[in-house]
């Protein structure tokens, strides 16, 4: 089955680009009529007026949560002008400019007929970009929860909607929008004071020819940005610099979508694998899979594209694709299956309606009227068994054996969006101390990882991974070779065998009498009881793909290895001392690999504990 990006992406550019903005996404995906204005489009359509987002609005008398526009949308989005132009341009020739110095004046930066390529071939003539629509999605039970529960539960569901694409959209311009400037925008600068301009539309169904749920926000970026200097000049957004970090965006998305939805309703989250070997996605504990089919129409339609796509890639390449080329063929299925908009649209309330009664129809009515019911006694079984707690140096170690594996070289922020899976596999909506993330970003690139190249890039440091124990080469080599087996397979066995191996030496080190290290609070309100640890002792801990971890070979030789270091610690300790000690036991006890979640050795640990 597949399951594409919760953000995807598509370019804004002048033409085809501009209309589908006016046309389709404004107004909910629906049919336009050329004449009708947009609040009668939108009421018509049944979805809400966009609203303008970002901390770049006070440079263009904006305020957050106004009303986009229509005359807005088409000078800033349309046009790259300032979306109060007409007032501007009108005082502007009230003073005696000319018409174009008038209109010179409300250009944000470089005027888009300035940014065209050289007209010497029409046909391949590239447009300047306008901005940049990120569509965010919520995994497929939150859209269930909120067409079928009741309304309450919609309007946190959709509050935690807002908030994650406000922290997301933060992010992105805090941490990742540059701004180019220099000949030829060559020089990229970080525009964090300045922030992004967003427009913001929310729609509620799929495009599929049958109605189904599907709660999503276009949230459409102005590539104009004003530069951090004193004279405040604009300039044009790094549109290279955006797309990538599209993926680190993403799972940052889920990760704070996870944490608002347990917070608010006391849900938790469990992985659900939905191709064998590839990456799980998380979804909310107790809400009946069946449903996701119900749900995913359109999904389905983009699966059966896409294994045509992935079987032609594998025919001409000679291997499965991977993550980025993965990505690719999946927003390449989308646009492929994409239908027709449909011109009989409804309002929300009657939407929901008609899905609550074809669930009905399709499950019974017991399933649906049971859906909050049953994801609250979820909840508490996940809480039961799961101790989110996250390991430094075992996060680290992980994140790095993933993405090795996947990618050979890579770069930072390759490494940022593992860490931010990693962090929702094991804390299953349980909030994250602020730039956890990031430590552990930093843990892999200083311990674990060595440049390559010229140093664009990086990867893994076997020797500091494994410095001694060609045990470890043994078990990690084959697996990262193994082509017949899907990558996230074989990185998963090589992270639960480079873990399995910390665990070991970290056991070898207590029997030597190493002191251990203090962990550090964890976010206020969440420490357990004395009562909740004891009865917490024997529960799970947080992993992100068990079924992959219980590989009996990987297991074996982890058993060994720590076997191994054991005898050798207690070996080299009885030698150091003059009195004669008891001899080591041949066979020391085994204990089961839990990765990402055991303390460090001489490195703090941090995390949220239920």
């Known amino acids: 089955m597949f399951h594409g990006p919760v953000i995807s992406k598509s370019e804004l550019r002048p033409g085809d680009g501009v209309r589908y903005l006016f046309r389709g996404v404004m107004v909910g995906d629906g049919h336009r009529p050329a004449g009708e204005a947009l609040r009668d489009a939108q009421d018509e359509a049944g979805v809400p007026p966009g609203v303008w987002r970002g901390r770049g609005l006070d440079a263009v008398g904006l305020t957050a949560g106004d009303v986009v526009g229509e005359r807005q949308a088409e000078l800033l989005l349309g046009e790259g002008r300032h979306p109060d132009a007409d007032r501007i341009e009108r005082e502007r020739l009230e003073a005696g400019d000319d018409p174009a110095k008038a209109r010179r004046a409300t250009v944000l930066g470089r005027p888009i007929e300035h940014n065209r390529s050289p007209k010497t071939d029409k046909a391949k003539e590239r447009k300047p970009w306008l901005g940049m629509d990120l569509t965010f999605r919520p995994p497929p039970t939150a859209h269930i929860a909120w067409a079928l529960m009741d309304d309450e539960t919609r309007r946190v569901l959709e509050l935690c909607q807002d908030i994650s694409v406000d922290k997301t959209l933060a992010w992105v311009g805090e941490s990742v929008a540059q701004i180019r400037s220099g000949s030829g925008g060559k020089r990229r600068r970080q525009i964090r004071d300045g922030g992004l301009i967003v427009a913001v539309f929310r729609h509620y169904e799929s495009r599929a020819t049958e109605s189904r749920p599907l709660l999503h926000d276009h949230a459409v970026v102005s590539i104009r940005a004003r530069r951090p200097d004193e004279a405040g000049t604009w300039g044009n957004l790094s549109a290279d610099t955006l797309l990538a970090h599209i993926v680190a965006a993403d799972t940052l998305y889920l990760l704070f979508f996870m944490e608002e939805v347990s917070a608010r309703l006391g849900w938790a989250w469990e992985p659900r ?322 990765p990402g979640v055991q303390p460090t050795s001489g490195r703090t640990l941090t995390g949220g504990v239920a």
């Open 273 to 594: 694998e939905v191709t064998p070997g590839h990456r799980p996605v998380m979804e909310i504990a107790g809400i009946d899979e069946r449903l996701i089919g119900w749900q995913s129409t359109r999904r389905q339609q983009i699966e059966d594209a896409l294994s045509v796509l992935v079987a032609d890639y594998e025919e001409d390449h000679g291997h499965a694709p991977g993550e980025r080329a993965g990505y690719a063929l999946a927003c390449k299925a989308a646009d492929r299956t994409r239908p027709p908009k449909r011109k009989e649209l409804r309002s929300l309330s009657e939407l929901r309606e008609g899905w609550r009664e074809s669930a009905i129809v399709a499950f019974g009515a017991d399933v649906v009227s049971r859906l909050a019911e049953r994801a609250s006694a979820a909840a508490a079984a996940v809480w039961a068994r799961v101790r989110p707690v996250v390991d430094i140096v075992l996060a680290a170690v992980d994140v790095v054996a993933v993405v090795y594996v996947m990618r050979g070289a890579f770069k930072r922020h390759h490494l940022l969006a593992e860490a931010r899976r990693y962090l929702s596999y094991v804390l299953r909506g349980r909030p994250h101390q602020a730039g956890l993330d990031e430590r552990i970003v930093q843990t892999a690139l200083d311990d674990y990882t060595r440049p390559v190249g010229q140093g664009r890039s990086v990867t893994a440091d076997l020797s500091a991974l494994y410095p001694r124990d060609t045990d470890d080469q043994a078990v990690l080599r084959p697996l990262t070779r193994k082509r017949s087996a899907p990558p996230y397979e074989r990185a998963r066995l090589a992270a639960g065998a480079l873990t399995a191996r910390v665990h070991a030496t970290r056991r070898s080190e207590r029997l030597n009498s190493r002191t251990r290290p203090h962990p550090v609070a964890v976010p206020g309100g969440l420490r357990p009881s004395r009562t909740d640890r004891k009865a917490g002792r024997g529960r799970e801990q947080g992993t992100d793909v068990a079924a992959l971890e219980q590989t009996r070979a990987t297991i074996e030789a982890a058993a060994t290895m720590a076997a191994k270091l054991q005898d050798g610690v207690r070996e080299r300790a009885a030698a150091r001392v003059a009195a004669p000690r008891p001899a080591p036991a041949a066979s020391p006890p085994q204990h089961t690999h839990q």
